[in-house]
């Protein structure tokens, strides 16, 4: 069964800077889309930045300007450059694959949390 890992969570200050991985145990065919998902503590899991096969990219309001994804599909590898942390931040963040017939592949999530 493929996974999807993620690395590079922790601890950190506001203001502070992360950089998350995620790579996939073994290649997943035809994905659409890479993405990073985040869930607070009481709180339903949301979106906070994607990217295409085409690098296109989208990102959540909230994260706009400070978060950065980039990566390699093909390799199934994806990144995301987290900058200027605040605490509303803190979430465990997940990585999510998307192929072209609608399946989606997930992570088991890393831990994130920004001190004030």
């Known amino acids: 069964q493929v996974q999807l890992v993620e690395s590079g969570g922790g601890l950190v200050q506001a203001g502070g800077s992360l950089r998350l991985v995620c790579a996939a145990s073994r290649n997943i065919f035809a994905i659409d889309s890479m993405a990073w998902y985040r869930q607070a503590p009481g709180k339903q899991r949301e979106l906070a930045a994607t990217i295409t096969t085409r690098d296109t990219t989208h990102y959540a309001d909230s994260v706009k300007g400070r978060f950065t994804i980039f990566g390699d599909i093909a390799k199934n590898t994806v990144y995301l450059e987290m900058n200027n942390l605040k605490p509303d931040d803190t979430a465990v963040y997940y990585c999510?694959?998307?192929?072209?017939?609608?399946?989606?592949?997930w992570g088991q999530g890393t831990q994130v949390t920004v001190s004030s």
């Open positions: 999510n694959a998307l192929n072209r017939w609608g399946t989606n592949y």
